[in-house]
T-cell receptor, first 113, second 111 residues
């Protein structure tokens, strides 16, 4: 158990819908990272927040957005969902802004039908 | 841009030694990390090399050659539980220091 929690574990929805994924980092960690993992793909970095502020953006679609709240939990919002958005979404956390040892949550498996 | 290359699959038998290679191309370089991911599970950190040479942690070792833009993960005394995907990752100066992951190597350990 990494100490990072994610909800929900599974999500099934339809194309065009909007969903929100939630992540709580390890106690004391200020950075939260979001990743997408599709079948046969590696982990694609989406976005990072540090202490409430967006710090870095990766390959995040405009239909996706995220935020980090004062209690440091983070939410990833996915809208106008398409079939290709079906994937595992992981969040990870670290104490500082950038660190090699990232602690990953169990992931949310999203299926868009 | 940046890219990482690693074999897609490796098969080995219990008790054997296996080496998973990773070559990378980055605009800048801090170090090479390795993560393990079991099917349906979350990635977990295994090791990090910032300097050339071999780092050993129990049955797992990781090597880096900065001049060759190359590293490997060495797994010894393989156990069935080592069957998993292994990802190399670099913290690239071009990605604001965030990790760029390879596509992973699926290791199957046979009895």
């Amino acid at each position: 158990d990494s100490g990072v929690t994610q909800t929900p574990k599974h999500l099934i929805t339809a194309t065009g819908q909007r969903v929100t994924l939630r992540c709580s980092p390890r106690s004391g960690d200020l950075s939260v990272y979001w990743y997408q993992q599709s079948l046969d793909q590696g982990l694609q970095f989406l976005i990072q927040y540090y202490n409430g502020e967006e710090r870095a953006k990766g390959n995040i679609l405009e239909r996706f957005s995220a935020q980090q709240f004062p209690d440091l939990h983070s939410e990833l919002n996915l809208s106008s969902l398409e079939l290709g958005d079906s994937a595992l979404y992981f969040c990870a956390s670290t104490p500082g802004r950038v660190q090699e040892t990232q602690y990953f949550g169990p992931g949310t498996r999203l299926l868009v039908l | 841009g940046q890219s990482l290359e690693q074999p897609s699959e490796v098969t080995a038998v219990e008790g054997a030694i296996v080496q998973i290679n990773c070559t990378y191309q980055t605009s800048g370089f801090y170090g090479l990390s390795w993560y393990q991911q079991h099917d349906g599970g979350a990635p977990t950190f295994l090791s990090y090399n910032a300097l050339d040479g071999l780092e050993e942690t129990g049955r797992f070792s990781s090597f880096l050659s900065r001049s060759d833009s190359y590293g490997y993960l060495l797994l010894q005394e393989l156990q069935m539980k080592d069957s998993a995907s292994y990802f190399c990752a670099v913290r690239d100066t071009g990605s604001q220091g965030n990790l760029i992951f390879g596509k992973g190597t699926k290791l199957s350990v046979k009895p």
